[in-house]
């Protein structure tokens, strides 16, 4: 299974704060995000979600177009990842 690759936007599309103003990417390959009304990254960026919380979403919207039960698992080990993080800092 190959990688999407995207065409992003120039820096004008973000806002003073940093924040992403409007969508920044445009899916150039594969299909697995074609019927999303929402890339994950974009998602990911105005949420400001870190690593392992943007894998989780992006496993978790393309697994039914792309890795079925590998891309759930592969969400798993980055919620297991986020937990036992969390657990090390001290953090429920």
Do not use: W
């Amino acid at each position: 299974m190959g990688s999407a690759e995207y065409a992003y936007s120039d820096l004008s599309d973000l806002s003073i704060n940093g924040k992403y103003a409007k969508k920044t990417t445009e899916q150039v390959g594969g299909s697995h995000y074609k019927n999303k009304k929402i890339e994950p990254i974009d998602y990911i960026v105005s949420n400001d979600l870190n690593f392992c919380e943007g894998n989780v979403i992006k496993y978790i919207t393309r697994y039914k177009e792309k890795g079925g039960i590998e891309d759930l698992k592969k969400a798993k080990q980055y919620i297991d990842f986020i937990i036992a993080n969390l657990e090390l800092k001290g953090n429920r």
